[in-house]
């Protein structure tokens, strides 16, 4: 199946895509902010450079996109029918960097909170997002991940 649009313009397209700055990352750091909590933006002295660091509470979170980074069983992790094998390649390439990154920031005593693109673009699951990251924060858990399919699940008692 060919591409619905030329290269030039796909060229373009991707190029526009942001790096930092997302609405999910802004979506997110507004739920953070109302909750009282302080931090700080892409610290490049952090393996995997976090979208969000919270030093005081020694908190990395990364807002990664479905898409880019091959969000198992989620609608948005579609690959591409064009140039399957370059995509396959190039999405597990960004998995196998995030868990690497992760992995440091275990080492180095960070806690690591990966939130999904979909947490922010569900509505229901959106309403949910502070909660979610509230309740993370506090767990004192080392590692979580908050997704739509999360945010949709019935809470534990």
Not at 21 to 33: I, Q, Y
Not at 105 to 125: F, H, K, N, Q
């Amino acid at each position: 199946m060919a591409d619905v649009v030329s290269p030039n313009k796909r060229s373009q397209m991707m190029s526009g895509i942001k790096g930092k700055n997302s609405l999910p990352e802004m979506l997110v750091r507004k739920a953070l902010f109302a909750l009282g909590y302080r931090f700080r933006l892409h610290r490049r002295d952090l393996p995997g450079t976090p979208d969000i660091a919270m030093p005081g509470r020694t908190i990395a979170i990364f807002v990664h996109g479905c898409f880019w980074h091959a969000h198992k069983e989620c609608k948005y992790a579609k690959t591409p029918s064009t140039r399957t094998e370059f995509w396959t390649a190039k999405l597990q390439g960004n998995v196998d960097r995030d868990h690497r990154a992760v992995a440091k920031l275990l080492e180095m005593g960070w806690r690591v909170l990966t939130v999904w693109e979909c947490s922010t673009r569900d509505p229901a699951a959106a309403e949910n997002l502070p909660d979610a990251l509230q309740a993370w924060v506090d767990s004192g858990e080392s590692t979580g991940e908050i997704s739509a399919q999360s945010l949709a699940a019935p809470r534990q008692a």
